[in-house]
DNA sequence: CTGAAAGCGCTTACAG
DNA sequence: CTGAAAGCGCTTACAG
């Protein structure tokens, strides 16, 4: 049977309020008070009843920021949306959520639409952070003054946040390695890169080369160009790799410019290529679908709203469960009949 | 702002118990007030406040009885892992969970468990049905005395189970001939069947047949024998197979046995030959991480265990969201490298 | 620094 | 057939 908070109040013969004081530290108690009351909910195992929580919290509400740089990156689509599934279950728990969104990279722009934010009284951040002093400082100052925040699909070091929401992406890296060597162990690989200043992209490429290096000696790197995430931009070093390397038959695809990249296959390759790539947005699964793309690495990008959005509350009510602060989701092999219904 | 019972009642000038009556059909309420107040309801847009009806109903329990096939059968250990964990965030929501265990399939049996169940006062009931009139009728029997009965993993026809929650075998027997044919588009495969009574596996291989007639011409099964997902069986019939055909690179197992046919893989084959799998208990994940297994197809038995526990609830507190009766759980394609952390 | 009380929204005996 | 009231467990103004 579940301690209450009542049951404490009578064994500590104080009120039911000054146990909740003492059980959230809101101060305003004697230490000793607080002290005995904290021992005997210890003693008792104490649990705080989720929905009397919910339910009561409804008068003030939990209101969770969401900031990404999901403008033109259909990536953060279902990112989104898996943030709004975890709103509407979590409505009825006094939960409310804002989306903000922004184009691409610039550090100002980020600070600003946190200020936004802030002006809208949020109570919790979750956010893609640009790699800066600037956003550090940022978050350290929000912390501060006592609004959590959280770290969502890449992480930054250093700072005050509380929890990263992502994937391990040198994992990634290593899963695409090993479905690429099961594809063809003695592959001519093509690498066609993101952007060389993110640091997933940096990490999906270290991974990939210790898997290779340890289990496939047998496959060849021929090539390591960059597509700045650049459709056009991939489509012609994948163009120009092609004719200087005739040999190559796998593409290792690690950030954006896919459709580029297939496009170039398509019209400047005689004999098959395989390619292996990550994510799949619309654009992506139509390219499986067509058998362009063998395989993609996906992050589970519903998942990552969904539970960045969960652990804000969770953290909100104290029930976050001791998990470690990275929050990673798998990485998901998918290939053509993965987007199939049967 | 969220409607509630209390305007409700005052829009219809009823009290908030009668609304609560009608709302939920309890009966002993005058029909023209029963249909005055759910208009009123609908057109406001009422949705019942999870927190607040979690709370209440503390005091009379929902009791959820799951019923598996699970002794000796270590698939099913994760199944229950993740019922319990749906089970431990529900306690406070006042749900109760009581797992009933049997060793593989004898129908009276699990008529028998079931009974045991009922004895317990379950609310509700999670199982995977063995393939008999007498299951169907039990089910039906316990829906009419209004049990709320839902299908694990396995289900049945022409029941009136409420909803199935499991995985699309057939989509698994497409994605693992998918695999098969990225890995090699001219193996010569050897499928060891498990049960050929059990739906499941009939599927895996109809799925794998529709993808390699259609995409992969130069595939060849070259043998199709059966385990009864006996290792030992599965051993010997694969060592046969071996022997007779020499010219197997890839094995396709379809139900247990795998442990078997590894090693008969291991002692009676000079070349290599690729394993292509279901699932990962602990025995499959040490023949991947050795490399014996190229890959394996996985059916998130955490998930389903979680969810039809989470799905028990939000039937019974009136919130499943009129999603389809059948709630299928993604096929994962898992590698070695999924398994190593990075 | 502490207590008594109201309130979150829903459900359920208990009267009538 | 219907209403008034108590209760689920927690939080929070409001007094003192």
Do not use: W
């Not at 994992?171 to 090993?178: D, E, F, N, P, V």
């Not at 679908?289 to 960045?308: L, W």
């Amino acid at each position: 049977v579940p301690v209450t908070i009542k049951e404490i109040a009578e064994l500590a013969n104080v009120s039911r309020g000054t146990v909740d004081r003492a059980l959230h530290g809101r101060g305003g108690i004697r230490p000793d008070v607080e002290k005995r009351i904290c021992t005997i909910a210890e003693q008792l195992g104490y649990r705080p009843n989720t929905a009397a929580r919910a339910l009561s919290r409804l008068r003030n509400k939990l209101v969770i920021g969401l900031l990404l740089p999901s403008i033109d990156n259909p990536f953060f689509d279902d990112l989104i949306l898996g943030a709004q599934a975890a709103h509407k279950e979590l409505a009825d728990h006094g939960v409310e959520l804002i989306v903000e969104q922004m184009h691409g990279f610039n550090i100002q722009e980020q600070v600003e639409r946190i200020d936004r934010l802030l002006e809208k009284n949020i109570n919790a951040l979750a956010f893609t952070p640009f790699d800066d002093s600037q956003i550090i400082e940022k978050i350290n100052s929000m912390i501060e003054s006592g609004i959590n925040v959280i770290t969502v699909n890449s992480d930054i070091n250093d700072s005050k946040r509380t929890a990263h929401v992502g994937v391990d992406f040198k994992k990634s890296g290593r899963i695409a390695a090993g479905v690429i060597g099961l594809i063809n162990p003695r592959a001519n690989v093509l690498i066609v890169g993101g952007s060389q200043k993110l640091l997933s992209h940096r990490q999906r490429i270290s991974g990939f080369y210790e898997v290779i290096h340890s289990r496939f000696p047998g496959i060849n790197v021929c090539g390591n160009v960059v597509s700045n995430d650049d459709h056009f931009l991939a489509f012609d070093v994948t163009r120009k790799s092609l004719y200087n390397r005739p040999e190559i038959d796998m593409i290792y695809i690690v950030g954006d410019g896919i459709t580029g990249v297939c496009a170039a296959v398509r019209e400047f390759s005689s004999h098959r290529i395989d390619v292996v790539c990550f994510d799949d947005v619309p654009h992506t699964k139509r390219l499986m679908s067509s058998g362009q793309i063998s395989a993609t690495i996906c992050q589970q990008p519903f998942q990552q709203g969904y539970t960045a959005v969960t652990h804000c509350y969770h953290q909100f009510i104290g029930l976050a469960d001791n998990e470690s602060e990275h929050i990673l989701m798998d990485n998901i092999v998918k290939i053509r009949e993965s987007f199939e219904d049967s």
